[in-house]
């Protein structure tokens, strides 16, 4: 069993105009809504690479309840969300149908109470003694303190379960100072994180800051993997167009099903960039596209060294 | 007891973000929602008055949910909503902190299917039966019949309950035909429905068309108004700058508080053109500011003339 932490859930709702002119009024034409959060979209890649996956993390409100309602109907993902006060946060993505361009509008999420947070750090651990590997994903809600991913993540080593985080900013920078097993920050989040936009410099720094190993995605370049057994480069066979949206997710999901596979590390370097350009070029959102992820899985190039003994 | 239909319910989302910047990602500030719809805002002003009120139309789904439990928190708002199996839609104004400028979105509403639709017919003709007015208010849901307002006048008619009708476009033209008592088009409306964009000739053409009274509403400058007892201009007592969603169904509150308590023509425009100038003067989109109403309430004018007996 695998385990996905996302605090801040999330109702992805995307709207089709057919053209967006701020400060005018418009009919959308087309409304879709998801379970969202990095977290729940790791686990719905995961389900459907064959792993068992618990969720974990806050709903409340009306939102949250159509979020375990849509969860409830993906086969795979087991449920252990924690209740709270506060209703889930929206996500608006607005498609402009004219120039295929997406204008985001992200809600902040509910205020988390101390003992809301309380109940989750029981729950959490309570799950970690049932699991081979826990990925800590996305931002954190008002209320969360900005530790909280640092915590989370000592709390793994306790219970000796290795811990994935894809986060950014301070809670970032607090976290990789508890020495996570994984991190993948994109070229920007790493940028932030060690003041270097060069990122082969970048990711060797983010090591010496605490992180184990560092994935960093680059976007349709692939990722570049600086860990204790080695470093490489991973590069899908060609430039594709899309919709990027979760493709860092579908790259988590890629590395800890390796992980917990006991794959080395250039097919899970594969694994997770074949999976993350067929999330690009999947119709719907946020999904990817099997034949495709099939199909590019042996072609992805990984070229890198084996650090020695 | 006063009757309000709103067969297009809403949850009415207000989201403020420092700039609106197409194709980026936006951090909303601030989250608002209420229930919307114009015959439940019209509600709220009348049960604000001091009337007894009804609100019946459809509601269905998680936004549906949250509509009702805000609405059983209005004091004096009866709920006789309709449920169907599709979701209200929900209605999102991004507000620009930087110019205060709106951008609005608005979903297209569940589909209705004829079974809803001919439950609500049953409960609307029930509901006739103990009401002193009605105002059927808004768009129409997608697989509600277009000529739906025409039958939902002529029961009314039959039921002997006076009714006054606020929509657009081809429902305004197929239920103008079944002579409500008033219709309360703006500007835009009203030149769509009779091809003048002269208001005074437009209010008449409407009266001929089958409306017994037009009270065309002319955004600052007042209402405009036509009836078989004669026809008046009412102006409020300076230009306002504010916020003027809301400020026509205000209006429509004003007319119809005024034609149940009995009003000459010219007090119903008073209080009509005072509610509507002080909806836009409300630090809230849609709620009306008390003192400011009954300050202007003495210094609207109203000029006309009563028709030959």
Same mark, same amino acid.
């Given at each position: 069993?695998?385990?996905?932490?996302?605090?801040?859930?999330?109702?992805?709702?995307?709207?089709?105009? !057919?053209?967006?002119?701020?400060?005018?009024?418009h009919?959308?034409?087309?409304?879709?809504?998801?379970?969202?959060?990095?977290?729940?979209?790791?686990?719905?890649?995961?389900?459907?690479?064959?792993h068992?996956?618990?969720?974990?993390?806050f709903?409340?409100?009306?939102t949250?309840?159509?979020?375990r309602?849509?969860?409830?109907?993906?086969?795979?993902?087991?449920d252990?969300?924690?209740?709270?006060?506060?209703?889930?946060?929206?996500?608006?993505a607005?498609?402009?149908?004219?120039?295929?361009?997406?204008?985001?509008?992200?809600?902040?999420?509910p205020?988390?109470?101390?003992?809301?947070?309380?109940?989750?750090?029981?729950?959490?651990?309570?799950l970690?003694?049932?699991?081979?590997?826990?990925?800590?994903?996305?931002?954190?809600?008002?209320?969360?303190?900005?530790?909280?991913?640092?915590?989370?993540?000592?709390?793994?080593h306790?219970?000796?379960?290795?811990?994935?985080?894809?986060?950014?900013g301070?809670?970032?920078?607090?976290a990789?100072?508890?020495?996570?097993?994984?991190?993948? !920050?994109?070229?920007?989040?790493?940028?932030?994180?060690?003041?270097?936009?060069?990122?082969l410099?970048?990711?060797?720094?983010?090591?010496?800051?605490g992180?184990?190993?560092?994935?960093a995605?680059?976007?349709?370049?692939?990722?570049?993997?600086?860990?204790?057994?080695?470093?490489?480069?991973?590069t !899908?066979?060609?430039?594709?167009?899309?919709?990027?949206?979760?493709a860092?997710?579908?790259?988590?999901?890629?590395l800890?099903?390796?992980?917990?596979?006991?794959? !080395?590390?250039?097919?899970?370097?594969?694994?997770?960039?074949?999976?993350?350009?067929?999330?690009?070029?999947?119709?719907?959102?946020?999904?990817?596209?099997?034949?495709?992820?099939?199909?590019?899985?042996?072609?992805?190039?990984?070229?890198?060294?084996?650090?020695?003994?």
């Open positions: 069993m695998i385990l996905t932490v996302t605090l801040n859930t999330a109702l992805d709702i995307t709207y089709r105009v !057919p053209s967006l002119r701020p400060h005018t009024s009919r959308v034409s087309q409304v879709t809504e998801r379970p969202g959060g990095k977290g729940l979209n790791v686990a719905r890649v995961l389900a459907a690479l064959g068992e996956v618990t969720v974990t993390g709903t409340g409100g009306a949250g309840s159509v979020v309602d849509r969860l409830a109907d993906s086969l795979g993902v087991a252990a969300l924690v209740p709270v006060a506060g209703a889930t946060r929206r996500t608006i607005v498609v402009d149908e004219r120039t295929g361009d997406t204008t985001q509008l992200n809600e902040p999420g205020v988390i109470t101390p003992g809301e947070w309380s109940t989750f750090q029981d729950v959490y651990e309570n970690l003694g049932s699991v081979s590997a826990v990925a800590l994903c996305g931002s954190l809600p008002p209320g969360v303190p900005v530790g909280a991913y640092a915590g989370l993540v000592r709390s793994a306790t219970a000796d379960v290795p811990v994935l985080l894809d986060t950014s301070e809670p970032l920078r607090r990789v100072a508890a020495r996570p097993d994984i991190i993948k !920050p994109n070229a920007e989040e790493l940028a932030e994180l060690t003041g270097s936009h060069e990122p410099r970048a990711t060797q720094d983010a090591r010496r800051r992180a184990r190993a560092v994935v995605s680059l976007g349709g370049e692939g990722l570049l993997a600086h860990t204790p057994e080695g470093h490489w480069r991973a !899908p066979p060609a430039r594709v167009h899309g919709n990027p949206t979760g860092g997710d579908s790259a988590v999901a890629g800890l099903s390796g992980l917990v596979e006991h794959l !080395p590390w250039p097919d899970r370097l594969a694994r997770a960039t074949a999976l993350s350009t067929a999330t690009v070029l999947a119709h719907a959102a946020g999904e990817f596209d099997r034949g495709a992820y099939e199909e590019l899985l042996g072609r992805v190039s990984v070229t890198g060294e084996v650090s020695a003994a």
